[in-house]
């Protein structure tokens, strides 16, 4: 499913479109992904959120 709702990092507004039409800058998509329980990449994420290394 591809998420339509965007969001601009920079000044934090929602549109439609891959650029936002306030700023210029490319947009992001501001949902989380899908949570599976047989996740094989969960260890690498919750590295990268918080800056730690996981021994896993």
Known sequence: ???KMRKCPVDNTYTFKDFCPVCESK???PHPPRFSPEDRYVKYRI???KG???NC
């Open 1 to 3: 499913m591809k998420w």
């Open 27 to 29: 947009t992001i998509v």
């Open 47 to 49: 590295e990268l959120k």
């Open 52 to 54: 730690i290394k996981l």
